[in-house]
């Protein structure tokens, strides 16, 4: 599977891969050094739970060179005034009688708790390319749809303060 990123989101995955193993992966690999010589492992607390840590650290290096081997640049095309990438979206639906702001972002970048969703998402697709105004259909992934009106459309742009999921 390839990701679709942008180089904003490459660079900042590069920024933390180079961090985790020039900083982080020395520190930990003491650790574990330190907490060998506290005893018999079996029993160590300390050591296991460095060994614990210095492996989430080398997963999540595994992880991050894998997304930046396979990552496709996109870029954002839309219109002045269609929905794109980084744009924040208010929307009304009718269903529950709610509005709610969205920002469109890529897939590292993802956290619907804050607002920020996927341009791969059903919601997300349903939005990109559309303008203040329309109403959208979006169907989740069990099948349920339901309709949402477009109220505005504020653009953004990618300025680095949304964080990469995980750093």
């Known amino acids: 599977m ?4 942008t180089r904003q989101d490459v660079q ?3 920024e933390e891969l180079d961090y985790r193993r020039i900083t982080k992966r020395p520190e930990l690999l003491e650790a574990v ?3 060998r010589g506290f005893g018999d492992l079996s029993e160590n607390f300390e050591y ?3 060994k614990k840590e210095k492996n989430a650290n080398e997963s999540r290096i595994r ?5 930046i081997e396979t990552a ?5 095309h839309s219109g002045e005034d269609e929905i794109g990438l980084y744009d924040k979206v208010v929307v009304y ?16 970048r993802e956290d619907a708790l804050r607002g920020l969703i996927s341009r791969e998402s059903p919601v997300g697709k349903a939005l990109l390319g559309h303008r203040a105004g329309d109403t959208v259909k979006v169907t989740a992934d069990n099948g349920y749809s339901y309709e949402m009106q ?9 300025d680095g303060s949304i964080p990469i999921a995980g750093f």
């Open 48 to 50: 296991s739970a460095a």
């Open 63 to 67: 992880y991050l060179e894998r997304m």
């Open 33 to 35: 050094k330190v907490a």
């Open 72 to 76: 496709v640049i996109i870029e954002d």
């Open 150 to 158: 477009i109220r505005s459309v504020e653009k953004g742009q990618d």
């Open 93 to 108: 639906c009718e269903d529950i009688d709610e509005e709610e702001t969205y920002q469109i972002v890529t897939t590292m």
């Open 12 to 14: 900042k995955m590069q």
């Open 2 to 5: 390839h990701d679709k990123l």
